[in-house]
């Protein structure tokens, strides 16, 4: 599945774009609490501009394709496939440059589960053309808030995409890592790099906190996000994050194959 019309027709039947499983009524009230700087909701982002509701409702109609109207309260939300594949380009551009220089990058995910895969595929390929793939802060401990209070995970590498596990869990029961929205990983991870006389990322590539605490801190970061996660897209639209691909970012992990296929054609990265 290497042409975009395949590609495109993948991404609505498999969930992708199109309707998708993210509720309106969750969309609204990130739109909400991101307007009100809840750092929940702003992971590791220090907006510049004054963020209304209606404004960022504004923002994602125009990156995702959500419905404007704010008198659409109910239903799932839709993601405009056209978008998805534009973003893709872009993304798959951006990995193109640093692959020619040969650059450091750096992957994380706080959505294992789902798209690790697709972030070990592309660093598997960016280091057969050359570049490091960093992997800096193994083992550190990170103290994250979540909605049961304050826990302590570890910072662990699968193929080379930094996860968070929970500091007391084997790998045997929890194989892929947490779910976490956080920055605190991404920044814990650059500190210690930075502490260890680098190499620093010319490329940060992930999602949630990995894409907009990286961005915050001035590294160059490009990743996906769904329609209920903003602040990835105000990062975009305010000049710290250089590429947001709009996505349902929770179907299964098998659905995402076919974008790295496509990622790493376009990007000239293919085996």
Not at 75 to 85: E, M, S
Not at 136 to 155: Q, S, W
Not at 186 to 196: D, S
């Amino acid at each position: 599945m290497r042409s975009a019309g395949a590609l495109r027709a993948h991404l609505v039947a498999a969930g992708l774009a199109g309707r998708v499983a993210t509720s309106r009524e969750s969309s609204l009230r990130s739109y909400r609490l991101f307007a009100a700087r809840d750092p929940r909701f702003l992971i590791g982002l220090d907006p510049e501009m004054t963020w209304r509701q209606r404004d960022v409702l504004g923002l994602m109609a125009q990156k995702c394709g959500v419905s404007a109207d704010p008198g659409c309260t109910t239903g799932q939300d839709v993601i405009d496939p056209r978008r998805t594949l534009a973003a893709l380009d872009r993304f798959a551009d951006r990995l193109a440059a640093v692959a020619r220089r040969g650059g450091p990058v750096l992957f994380g995910t706080g959505h294992p589960h789902r798209l690790l895969g697709f972030y070990g595929a592309l660093a598997d390929a960016l280091s057969a053309a050359g570049c490091e793939v960093l992997t800096p802060a193994t083992g550190r401990r990170v103290d994250i808030t979540t909605r049961f209070g304050l826990r302590t995970y570890a910072l662990d590498y699968v193929r080379g995409v930094s996860v968070v596990r929970e500091a007391t869990a084997s790998r045997s029961r929890c194989a892929t890592g947490v779910h976490t929205h956080s920055p605190l990983p991404v920044r814990t991870v650059l500190a210690a790099a930075a502490e260890g006389g680098g190499p620093l990322p010319e490329l940060v590539v992930g999602d949630h906190g990995w894409v907009c605490g990286a961005g915050q801190l001035g590294f160059e970061a490009i990743g996906l996000a769904d329609t209920d996660d903003p602040a990835p897209f105000v990062g975009e639209a305010e000049g710290r994050v250089s590429v947001v691909v709009p996505l349902d970012d929770g179907v299964r992990s098998g659905y995402y194959r076919p974008l790295t296929r496509y990622v790493l054609n376009r990007a000239c990265l293919s085996p």
